[in-house]
């Protein structure tokens, strides 16, 4: 059974107790976030839609800071790093934003 792909990992700490919050997706089933700690305490939240996922972990978020718990460490799926890998750099004019018109008058 394969559980999904970390799409973010974060250690909370009060003293010597610590709450790693972990989501995991997948682009064809459910977001699942992972509860663990403190001590050897654990739960599971799963649910079908990724925002309503990243609302409870905010919830989860709030309350271990409310509970004197401070972010140690964060670490997300996003790979990108470094500089711009192009040869040439885009200036402003050769940007792809163009600046959005309304769609309606």
């Keep these: 059974m394969m559980i999904g792909a970390a799409e973010t990992a974060s250690l909370f700490t009060r003293g010597p107790q ?7 997706g997948r682009p ?17 939240y799963e649910s079908p839609d990724a925002v309503d996922c990243v609302s409870y972990q905010s919830q989860i978020e709030r309350a271990l800071v409310g509970e004197g718990y401070q972010l140690a460490s964060f670490a997300s799926a996003e790979r990108r790093s470094g500089g711009d890998r192009r040869r040439n750099s ?3 004019r050769g940007d792809r934003r163009r ?6 008058a």
């Design 90 to 92: 885009r200036d402003a």
């Design 28 to 44: 064809d089933g459910p977001v699942r976030l992972l509860v663990l700690g403190p001590g050897t305490s654990s739960s599971v």
């Design 18 to 24: 610590s709450v790693r919050l972990v989501r995991l």
């Design 99 to 104: 600046e959005l018109q309304p769609a309606f």
